[in-house]
C-alpha cells in the first residue's frame, strides 16, 4: 500500500475510533499544514501590527524580548504538539481538555477560543489598513480603516464558501511570498547596514523612563509583540480533520512553524532596528515600520515589500477564519453551541461549514466597528490565547498518562512533564505581564467579561444538556487507533 494511500485509511480509523464520521474532506498534505500554522503566526502581521507600541514604550530594546517569547512558545508547541498526535480532531483544545478535563473545563476553553479567533480576525486585517493609511496617508484613526478592515473580513468569508481547498492554495502562495519577502528584506538592510556603517548600539537603546522608574517592567511588557504573534500553531490542529496522516503531519507543522517563524522574526527585527535613521521621527511617526522600511528601500522598492505583506495580512486573517469556524464546528457537532443544527451543518457541495464562516465574519465586523482601539485588540488577543495554552497544558500535565504510549506519531516520553511544567510556569509569567500593568487593565477586563458570560451561558444551558447526556463528549473507554498494540484508556472521566 503506498505511503499516502495507508495515512488516509490510518485518518478514517482514528474518526472512527473517536466515534465521529469524516464529513470534512482531506485535501490539506504536509506542505498545506506547514503553511496553515505558519500563516497563523505570520511574523509579518504581528510585528506590524505591534512594532509602534515597542518603539514608543520600550525603544528599540524591546525587541529582545522577542527570543524569549520563541522559547516559552515553543515548550507550548512540543505539548500541543503532542497533544495533536495523539488526538487527531477538529476542535484542537477544546478536543484536548475535554478528554483529559472533563466536559465543563473543555467547554470553557472551546468558548476562550471562539472569543479569541473572532477577535483576533479585526486585529490582524488591522495590519492592512495601516500599511493603506501610510502609502495614502490616511489618519490613523479614521473611519475608512475601520471599513477597509471589515471589507477585508467579507472577501475572507467569501473565499471560505467556496471550500478549504481555495483557501488552502491562497495560504500555500501566500507563505511562498512572506518567506521570500523577508528573506529579501533581511539581506538587502543587512547589506545596507554595513555599507553605512550602522552603530550596533541602537539594538540596546532604550525608551524614555520617568524619574526613578526601573526599566525591567517596560522593557518585559515588549513580550506583547511576541506573545500577540507567536500564536495559532496549533491551528493546523484545528485543521486535522481535512489533514491527510495528520497525526504524523500536525506534530511537525506545529513544531517547524514556531522554530522558522521565531528565526526569521529574530532577524527580521535586528535589520529593521539598524535601519532606523532617525530614532525621535520612528517614534513620532504613527507607521514606524513601514516608514523605516520606506527611508531605506525607496518608495518603489517599498511598494513592491508593502504588497507582499498585504498579501501575507491577508492570508493570516484567511487561516484565523478557518480556525475559527472549525472551532465552531466542533462544538456544534458535539451539541455544546448554540444553534447547533445549523453551525455544524457542511455544505454537501464545498464540504466547507459556511454557517460556521459566516457567523465568524460576522462577528468579526461587529469586533471591529465596536472596538474603542486597536491596542485593546491586541492586548485582548495575545492574554486569551495565553489563558487557552494554560488550561490546556495543565490538563496534560495531570492526565497525560491516561493518553495511550502507542497510538502516537510524536511523543515526549518522559520528558513530557518537565516541558510541561515548564510551560506552566511561563504561561502564568505572561499572563501577569499582560494583565497587570494598568495600560492593559481595560483588555484585560475585556477578556474578564468574555470569560464570565461563557461560564455563565455553561451553567444555565450546556451543563444541563451535558447531564441528560444530549451533548458533549462521551468517555471512550477504550479505543484501537493505527499501529497500536493494544488498547489504551484515553479520555478522562466526564466530569464538569
Not at 517563524?261 to 521621527?281: C, E, K, N, Q, R
Not at 486597536?374 to 497525560?400: D, E, G, M, S
Not at 493518553?403 to 510524536?410: D, I, R, T
Request: glycine letters at 8%.
Amino acid at each position: 500500500m503506498k505511503e499516502e494511500n495507508k495515512g488516509v485509511t490510518d485518518d478514517g480509523r482514528v474518526m472512527s475510533a473517536f466515534q465521529y464520521k469524516q464529513e470534512l474532506n482531506r485535501t490539506i498534505r504536509k506542505f498545506g499544514s506547514f503553511a496553515v500554522a505558519f500563516s497563523f503566526i505570520s511574523i509579518t502581521t504581528g510585528i506590524f501590527a505591534n512594532y509602534e507600541l515597542v518603539i514608543d514604550e520600550s525603544g528599540p530594546a524591546g525587541i529582545w524580548t522577542w527570543p524569549v517569547v520563541i522559547v516559552g512558545q515553543l515548550l507550548v508547541a512540543l505539548v500541543f504538539a503532542e497533544l495533536a498526535a495523539k488526538i487527531p480532531l477538529t476542535g484542537y483544545s477544546y478536543q484536548w481538555v475535554t478528554r483529559l478535563g472533563g466536559n465543563g473545563w473543555g467547554w470553557f476553553t472551546g468558548w476562550v477560543s471562539v472569543c479569541f479567533l473572532i477577535i483576533v480576525i479585526p486585529s490582524v486585517n488591522h495590519g492592512i489598513a495601516t500599511i493603506v493609511g501610510h502609502v495614502w496617508d490616511v489618519p490613523e484613526n479614521s473611519m475608512l480603516l475601520k471599513l477597509i478592515v471589515c471589507g477585508v473580513i467579507s472577501f475572507q468569508a467569501l473565499i471560505h464558501v467556496f471550500g478549504v481547498w481555495f483557501a488552502e492554495r491562497i495560504n500555500s502562495i501566500a507563505v511562498f511570498t512572506e518567506v521570500v519577502g523577508m528573506i529579501g528584506l533581511v539581506i538587502v538592510f543587512a547589506i545596507l547596514a554595513m555599507k553605512s556603517q550602522t552603530s550596533w548600539s541602537i539594538l540596546t537603546e532604550i525608551g524614555p523612563l520617568p524619574e526613578g522608574q526601573s526599566y525591567f517592567p517596560v522593557w518585559i511588557m515588549a513580550c506583547l509583540m511576541g506573545a500577540y504573534t507567536i500564536v495559532g500553531f496549533e491551528s493546523a490542529a484545528n485543521l486535522s480533520e481535512e489533514t491527510v496522516d495528520a497525526s504524523r503531519t500536525v506534530p511537525k507543522s506545529i513544531i517547524w512553524s514556531v522554530l522558522i517563524s521565531g528565526g526569521m522574526g529574530t532577524l527580521f527585527l535586528i535589520v529593521t532596528v539598524l535601519g532606523i535613521h532617525d530614532l525621535d521621527a520612528v517614534v513620532a511617526s504613527n507607521y514606524p515600520l513601514p516608514m523605516i522600511i520606506e527611508d531605506n528601500l525607496g518608495q518603489s522598492f517599498s511598494m513592491a515589500f508593502f504588497v507582499l505583506v498585504v498579501i501575507s495580512i491577508f492570508a493570516c486573517g484567511l487561516i484565523i477564519m478557518a480556525s475559527g469556524s472549525r472551532m465552531i464546528y466542533a462544538m456544534a457537532r458535539d451539541n455544546v453551541f448554540f444553534g447547533n443544527a445549523v453551525f455544524r451543518s457542511v455544505s454537501a457541495r464545498t464540504a466547507a461549514p459556511i454557517p460556521a464562516v459566516l457567523l465568524v465574519a460576522g462577528l468579526g465586523v461587529v469586533v471591529e466597528i465596536y472596538s474603542q482601539s486597536l491596542k485593546q485588540l491586541l492586548a485582548a488577543a495575545a492574554v486569551l490565547p495565553a489563558l487557552i495554552y494554560l488550561i490546556t497544558v495543565v490538563a496534560y500535565f495531570f492526565r497525560r498518562k491516561s493518553l495511550s504510549a502507542q497510538s502516537a506519531q510524536f511523543s515526549l516520553g518522559r520528558w513530557g512533564g518537565w516541558i510541561a511544567g515548564a510551560a506552566i510556569v511561563w504561561l502564568v509569567m505572561i499572563i501577569a505581564v499582560l494583565t497587570i500593568p494598568e495600560q492593559f487593565h481595560s483588555a484585560t477586563a475585556m477578556s474578564g467579561v468574555l470569560c464570565l458570560i461563557g461560564l455563565a451561558f455553561y451553567l444555565c444551558v450546556i451543563r444541563r444538556r451535558i447531564k441528560r447526556g444530549d451533548a458533549g463528549i462521551h468517555a471512550i473507554n477504550t479505543i484501537q487507533l493505527p499501529n497500536d498494540n493494544a488498547s489504551h484508556s484515553t479520555c478522562a472521566s466526564e466530569t464538569d
